[in-house]
């Protein structure tokens, strides 16, 4: 069964940090590029980050660029989000999802950022 | 970056009866290969978002062919017939053409009357 596991949300005070990792199972990670989605609370949806199969190209939002880093460990079946400086706006679900055009979607991590 | 606009932001249907959404975005989906990237999304409460329809009319494995999509260039449509109570949630639609970033429409909440 195809799965992706978020995990590593939490509360963090603004201008903090937090690492989100996402395990994946059930297909080869490096067949794929992969992303990361982001719902504020009553909200839509909204992309924030992509990364190419081999990790080799990067895309952002505007919003989070300097801010994020994505990365990946294909080895380790593995993506990750390096959230920096994080605003009170950055407050979301955020998910992992197989990017084939987001055809597969993880459960969620929550952040929050409050002082 | 592309705009996507939902219409209707809220829909009330009967048990039975059809729901149709609207989607239409602020540049053509055309790309150059040929394809239109438009997907459709849908949320049920507390759920993930699951996707329902890949390149505007395609339907993913399980999803019943109660749903289906049609449009192209800048007007898309995403048709419910038979409406059931399962089919409540938001619905979201999303191109993949002109990225990045991919751009979501507002989505469009869909409740039985």
């Known amino acids: 069964e195809v799965q992706l596991v978020e995990s590593g949300g939490g509360l963090v005070q603004p201008g903090g940090s937090l690492r989100l990792s996402c395990a994946a199972s059930g297909f080869t990670l490096s067949d794929y590029w992969m992303a990361w989605v982001r719902q504020a609370p009553g909200k839509g949806l909204e992309w924030v980050a992509h990364?190419?199969?081999?990790?080799?190209?990067?895309n952002y939002m505007d919003s989070v660029k300097g801010r994020f880093t994505i990365s990946r460990d294909n080895a380790r079946n593995s993506l990750f989000l390096q959230m920096n400086n994080l605003r009170a706006e950055d407050t979301a679900i955020y998910y992992c999802?197989?990017?084939?055009?987001?055809?597969?979607w993880g459960q969620g991590t929550s952040v929050t950022v409050s002082s | 970056d592309v705009v996507m606009t939902q219409s209707p932001l809220s829909l009330s249907v009967t048990l039975g009866q059809s729901a149709s959404i609207s989607c239409r975005s602020s540049q053509s989906l055309l790309a150059s290969d040929g394809n239109t990237y438009l997907y459709w999304f849908q949320q049920r409460p507390g759920q993930s978002p699951r996707r329902l329809l890949y390149k505007v009319s395609n339907r993913e494995s399980g999803v019943p062919d109660r749903f289906s999509g049609s449009g192209s260039g800048t007007d898309f449509t995403l048709k419910i017939i038979r409406v059931e109570a399962a089919d409540v949630g938001v619905y979201y639609c999303?191109?993949?053409?002109?990225?990045?970033?991919?751009?979501f429409g507002q989505g469009t909440k869909l409740e039985i009357k």
């Open positions: 990364i190419q199969r081999d990790g080799s190209d990067k």
């Open positions: 999303m191109q993949g053409t002109h990225w990045p970033p991919y751009t």
């Open positions: 999802a197989r990017d084939d055009w987001l055809d597969v």
